[in-house]
RNA sequence: GUGCCUGUAGCUCAGCUGGAUAGAGUAUUGCCCUCCGAAGGCAAAGGUCUGGGGUUCGAAUCCCCACAGGCACGCCA
């Protein structure tokens, strides 16, 4: 369908622009053809609102000029027919060659049916989770790793070249305080609990109880022979060091591999930080003051100045980000996202505005904001509370409802959206659940073909369609649909919206579903039954192909 | 107090860079398997797009003002 689109785009801006000059009518320096697709069924496959927004600078009502451009539009090739509708629209009927061409491309394009080249090629990074290393990921953290995940799978398909990428939190007072934690742990598990007692703000966890035994395990008790100073470093370094691999592990679970896994205090250790400072410094956007150092941000509209040194000499975080900012560019990305939790969206400012002081590009820098999870069971709110110790684990949830139904539930909205999760929902196996309405329609395609088996029938090869035999509606249906993917891909991508392929699949579902509940495969005359059993092939490539963007499984049976 | 997000069918939400009769799922009601997976389909019903102004040929969509809910406003990370 693509190559006939575009043929259909160029052949209206050759008309309008001959109308234009024939009439000397002035067309506006942005002008460009549009096609959307209608939202009515009768409505055609394309349709320009161009005559609308023409009409005032041209001086014409919008039919009249709808009218003007159809005459000059040659028919038969690309276009079978033309229609204006309402107040100006034109509606465009493509030749039904469209179908039979998009059966073949994605045939023959298959596992990349849906790739587009809208990033050619680009450096793009994404970096999402981002968690201090000090405990398992929780569910808020799931739908960050959901989100950033199959952004950076569309951004892919839609060409560009991704890395996704995890900030490690290891630099700053955490650290010690996990440390301290781990240690108290330790203490209590010789039976020693007095010697060290627990942080106040410490970690709870039981996890840190299981890593105090690991401990034991490796020094006996000989860590409590020497003072506490001197073996927190040890207790904070090794703590870290496990707990990363326990969330890399409920990472890699959840099916979200990262290409770089990067260190806060490796920023430190390889003096990333002070020539980040430096660089400020010289574009005078960063002064001295009561003996800290301070980024100018009044300059861009915040209400103070913040700190990037304290008066103690100890970088702020804010610090850090400044050099990983700078760091990201010296790696030459050409786009940046950043997936946060929308509790950080304060600090958006702050971050632009240092992408602007090193004299970035505005629109390099993209951070999306991901709304709070409302977890819910048969309805009713989960009770969770931080200090109580009930917070909900992404393995809790992973473990009870399955990779499958969590990331697609995670993605299911828009990000700046609250999100409600409800458990019971995500496990029933009905068309209440969307996961599994899209999972049936893959699942129905590999049944309907292992019943031809059983006939003897295989699948036909491409050159044996026959267009004539596809006719009926819920067949241009599924083929429109299926039409669409790249599109939707790169829609996508551009927006950064996840959310939108999630409902692309179940779209695709239902086109199928539809197609199947009215037209039979089996027992129809031979060209018939080709042409559907071709169909349903493009149908289930689709269906696959959208599966694997939002990393979720395509199965054959269910 | 300031800033950000949200407000669309009973419920959960798409649609938001302006376009045609505002769409899904679910719940409700009725139909469809001697037939490839009924874990499905078809249909009915359901709306003051929170409210009020404005912009224009046209507003759920853009602007302003209210109201309601959520989240932030550290030399914490």
Do not use: C
């Given at each position: 369908m693509q190559s006939m689109t575009e043929e259909l785009k160029k052949q209206l801006d050759a008309v309008i622009r001959e109308i234009a000059t024939e009439n000397e009518y002035k067309l506006p320096e942005t002008f460009i053809v549009k096609l959307e697709r209608p939202r009515?069924?009768?409505?055609?496959d394309w349709a320009t609102n161009i005559a609308m927004q023409l009409a005032k600078p041209f001086g014409l009502n919008p039919r009249e000029l709808a009218e003007k451009i159809i005459e000059k539009m040659p028919t038969g090739k690309v276009v079978e027919k033309i229609e204006v509708a309402g107040p100006g629209f034109m509606n465009f009927t493509l030749v039904s060659d469209w179908i039979a061409e998009t059966i073949k491309m994605v045939t023959e394009k298959?596992?990349?049916?849906?790739?587009?080249?809208?990033?050619?090629?680009r450096k793009i990074q994404v970096e999402f989770?981002?968690?201090?290393?000090?405990?398992p990921l929780h569910m808020g953290h799931g739908r960050g790793a959901a989100v950033g995940d199959i952004t950076a799978s569309i951004l892919d398909y839609a060409g560009w070249n991704v890395e996704r990428e995890f900030y490690i939190n290891?630099?700053?007072l955490q650290m010690e305080l996990l440390g301290k934690s781990a240690q108290s742990r330790y203490f209590e598990a010789i039976g020693k609990t007095e010697e060290a007692p627990f942080p106040e703000d410490g970690y709870h966890g039981e996890y840190l109880i299981e890593i105090a035994g690991k401990f034991v395990e490796k020094y006996g008790t000989s860590l409590?022979?020497?003072?506490l100073e001197d073996t927190l470093s040890i207790f904070s370094k090794e703590t870290a060091t496990i707990v990363l691999e326990m969330i890399k592990k409920d990472l890699s679970d959840f099916g979200v591999n990262f290409d770089v896994w990067f260190s806060e205090k490796s920023l430190y250790d390889n003096n990333c930080v002070e020539p980040a400072m430096t660089a400020l410094k010289e574009r005078d956007y960063a002064y001295e003051q009561d003996g800290a150092l301070w980024f100018k941000s009044t300059l861009f509209g915040d209400d103070k100045d913040r700190v990037l040194i304290r008066q103690n000499g100890v970088p702020t975080y804010f610090t850090s980000d400044v050099a990983y900012l700078k760091n990201k560019y010296d790696r030459k990305f050409e786009k940046l996202i950043y997936v946060w939790g929308a509790d950080h969206h304060g600090y958006v400012p702050r971050i632009k505005s240092v992408n602007k002081a090193f004299g970035y590009k505005d629109d390099a820098l993209d951070v999306l904001l991901i709304q709070m999870v409302n977890l819910l069971r048969d309805g009713k709110p989960v009770q969770m509370s931080k200090r109580a110790g009930t917070i909900i684990m992404l393995r809790e949830i992973v473990d009870e409802v399955g990779v499958d139904a969590t990331r697609f539930f995670f993605v299911m909205r828009r990000c700046d959206s609250t999100l409600d999760f409800d458990l019971e929902l995500a496990k029933k196996a009905t068309s209440e659940n969307p996961v599994f309405y899209v999972q049936y329609a893959h699942a129905r395609i590999c049944s309907i073909y292992r019943e031809l088996e059983k006939n003897g029938i295989g699948i036909p090869d491409v050159t044996e369609l026959d267009v004539a035999s596809i006719s009926e509606a819920s067949e241009i249906a599924l083929i429109k649909a299926i039409s669409k993917f790249p599109e939707e891909i790169a829609k996508a991508a551009e927006e950064y919206a996840p959310h939108r392929i999630a409902y692309y699949a179940t779209e695709l579902a239902e086109a199928f579903h539809a197609f199947y509940n009215s037209q039979r495969i089996l027992g129809t005359e031979e060209n018939v039954m080709k042409s559907r059993i071709l169909l349903m092939q493009a149908a289930k490539i689709t269906l696959k192909n959208v599966l694997t963007v939002l990393g979720v499984s395509a199965p054959e049976k269910m």
């Open positions: 009515q069924a009768g409505h055609g298959n596992e990349n049916y849906g790739r587009v080249n809208q990033g050619e090629g989770v981002s968690a201090n290393p000090t405990g290891d630099a700053g409590a022979d020497k003072p």
